[in-house]
């Protein structure tokens, strides 16, 4: 399906290239990216895509190692993997030999190639007809997951047509001034929800609890922990560059010295900001200086095990995650308000997508849930909302759980008086919990996020989350702290979701950036574009991925 695979160092030269025996010859695409956006610089080079002819090449850099890894694909062709693809072959080739990553690269390429043309399985028969809010085909796919996996029906089809499988994201790239420089992604995509296929209508099918999680021994439905079953990433060794380095005898500063400086390099490599990992570094090296290394226990464990520690130290909660337990807790003593949790963040990173995973949760504990669409300025987020709160009520129905509603009042309106009206609609009716939609903005804007003050006292959330995204690096610190700043003196973060960890392989840095700027723990981690992709983090799991 690629036409070219190719890693070169900024110089010019090859390192290692693929290219499939029926492709035609594409290195002019290749010779075109180095002139238009490394030399000319007629294309932005925060960008990730670049377009010619009737090619598109998605590429990487490697700054550290000075590579560049580019794959080239005919446009017409959906391979929404091939930023995944990229991604961790910039991760992995410094970690292999040649020989270790050309298998890599082939089984690798093979799986992602045998999923893209895998037949969808046979399920069992949806029902005729919803109610929905019809949405552009490239912006639902992108942008409003459901239970399972949604199929078009046209008005007199007869049979189901697969939808394109979910979108892989690719890093995003943040200006000094906190804007998001790769305004293309999925996520910013303006959305038309106007009108759809003529006589189409989106059609839910049932999902499957038992990989998203099950009820405890006193009935609430519990999510599962991410990281238990998942494969991992291939490596040569953890922390191989220090076995040889010292051992069996008093560790000195300055053996740390020659250590922490490639330890602090492994870190950065896989998201976690230089700040955060000079601090880690300085753990280890208090912790280790004037302790002996027992015979049988190499200094390559030594180091591992108390980056473990320091790492496990920042990510282990201060505060209770049973947010269901303080939900029902509400309920019972709240006096009538409902339990209001309000999701916030920067544009892009998924706040309506992962507020709605947290109310398919909620509903699987039969709580009767009012959504508030309070993003009042985007075009298109209002209907983006109903169409996940129509899906929603319908999954709700069908499973026999809990009962979903939407409260909105338009476009222009002020976020925090709609918020406010939200809570009141939802005392008057009964509803449990009020979940609030709001804006995107960014970090360093004053002005937009000065309004988050005013929206949270108006609103009063008994929770505030923040969305964060996996792919967003080291800006995630100053991210985290904005936000956890901009809610006034007596107000904070109480938990952070973040978003696509399925897209970053190891490179799960953020988790620890967000964590160690404001000591706000991690609730939840989306891992796909499905309501059942929400996952609960084990601390055990990001500490492995982290230090091997």
Known sequence: MIDHFVAFTKGGIIKWQHSPSSAANVTHIVNDLISDVFIEESHPVQDSTYSKDIYTARWAVANDQGLVFVCIYKTLLHLPWVGQLVTQARQLYPQLDENEFAAWFHTKLASLEAETVKPEPTKAPAIEKIESVETDSAASGASTPIGGKTRRRGK????DEPVEKKKKGVMRKWGEDGQALDVGSD?????????????????????????????????????????????????????????????????TQEDMDKVTAKVEEQLMKKNVAKEVAVHLCDQVSRSLVGCTTNSWTTVEQTVQQAMADALRKILTPSASLDLLHEVQRHKKLGGGRPYVISVVGVNGVGKSTNLSKIGFWLLQNKMRLLVAACDTFRSGAVEQLGVHVNRLSELAGRQGTGEVELFAQGYGKDPAHTAEKAVEYGQKHGFDVVLI????????????????????????????????????GTDSVQQARNFNDAFGKDRNLDFFLISKCDTVGDMIGSIVNMTYATNIPVLFVGTGQHYTDLRTLSVDWAVRLLTQ
């Open 156 to 159: 007199k089809g007869k049979k």
């Open 187 to 251: 996520d910013d995509e303006a959305l038309d929800f106007s009108s759809g296929p003529s006589g189409a209508q989106a059609v839910v099918e049932d999902v499957d609890l038992a990989s998203y999680g099950g009820a405890n021994k006193q009935g609430d439905f519990v999510l599962k922990q991410l990281g238990d079953d998942e494969p991992p990433i291939p490596s040569k060794s953890r922390f191989g560059f220090l076995k040889n380095i010292m051992g069996g005898k008093t560790i």
């Open 437 to 472: 939609d709001t804006a995107g903005r960014r970090h360093s804007d004053k002005r937009l996020m000065g309004d988050l003050e005013k929206f949270a006292k108006r609103a009063r959330p008994n929770k505030i989350i923040m969305v964060g995204e996996a792919l967003v």
